[in-house]
């Protein structure tokens, strides 16, 4: 089963690299961005497009991390308290047993 989910991975990271060669090779037009305040190169679009989809990304993820700090911080708190009552429900179990004898 393990070696199934391998190998569609596989395919669908080729389909993926190839459509990317795909779309690289088709938009090979040269267009220089003019940002208002600042003119870029003129590269090819896919450059272009290629390097707005990894700004996005990253831009996402940074958006993402107080989200991710967050809930790290609250799994690490609840994993104390859960030790702490674990501990607890452990000692009035041995307690029990100590009345009884």
Same mark, same amino acid.
């Given at each position: 089963?393990?070696?199934?989910? %391998?190998?569609?991975?596989? =395919?669908?990271?080729?389909?993926? =690299? $190839? =459509? %990317?060669?795909?779309?690289?090779?088709?938009?090979?037009? &040269?267009?220089?961005?003019?940002?208002?305040? $600042?003119?870029?190169?003129?590269?090819?679009?896919?450059?272009? $497009?290629?390097?707005?989809?990894?700004?996005?990304?990253?831009?996402?993820?940074?958006?993402?991390?107080?989200?991710?700090?967050?809930?790290?911080? &609250?799994?690490?708190?609840?994993?104390?308290?859960?030790?702490? @009552?674990?501990?607890?429900?452990?000692?009035?179990? &041995? @307690? %029990?047993?100590?009345? $009884?004898?």
């Amino acid at each position: 089963m393990r070696w199934i989910k %391998g190998l569609i991975l596989a =395919v669908i990271l080729l389909v993926v =690299v $190839l =459509v %990317g060669i795909l779309f690289a090779v088709n938009n090979q037009q &040269t267009i220089a961005l003019n940002l208002i305040w $600042l003119e870029l190169p003129a590269v090819s679009l896919s450059v272009w $497009l290629l390097a707005t989809l990894v700004f996005g990304v990253v831009l996402g993820m940074l958006a993402m991390l107080g989200v991710y700090v967050r809930l790290k911080a &609250t799994l690490a708190r609840s994993e104390r308290h859960n030790k702490q @009552q674990q501990k607890e429900l452990d000692s009035l179990r &041995t @307690q %029990g047993f100590k009345e $009884l004898a």
